[in-house]
């Protein structure tokens, strides 16, 4: 799987204002583990380019970090 520094053109991006650090809720949540934590920031970011468009990394963030872009053909 390809690995990913924090883009805008992954499927899944968090916002690090929002993210907090050292949460990891999304990242445990995650059945693809395509969500990680920066060690530099402690906060999550996607590292691997590889999504389900299942949800609840989006659903279970307690602030809204994360935003799934689901592709057009699934919405
Ligand atoms: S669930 Fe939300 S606050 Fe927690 S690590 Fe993920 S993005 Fe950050
Ligand atoms: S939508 Fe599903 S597969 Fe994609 S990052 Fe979130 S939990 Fe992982």
Excluded: F
Excluded at 15 to 37: F, G, K, Y
Aim: glycine share 2%.
């Amino acid at each position: 799987m390809p690995l990913v520094n924090q883009r805008v053109d992954v499927p899944v991006t968090i916002d690090p204002n929002l993210c907090i650090a050292e949460c990891t809720l999304c990242v445990d949540m995650c059945p693809l583990d395509s969500l990680a934590i920066d060690p530099d920031t402690s906060k999550a970011y996607m590292h691997v380019d590889e999504c389900w468009y299942c949800g609840p990394c989006a659903a279970r963030c307690p602030t809204g970090a994360v935003t799934v872009d689901m592709p057009v053909l699934i919405r």
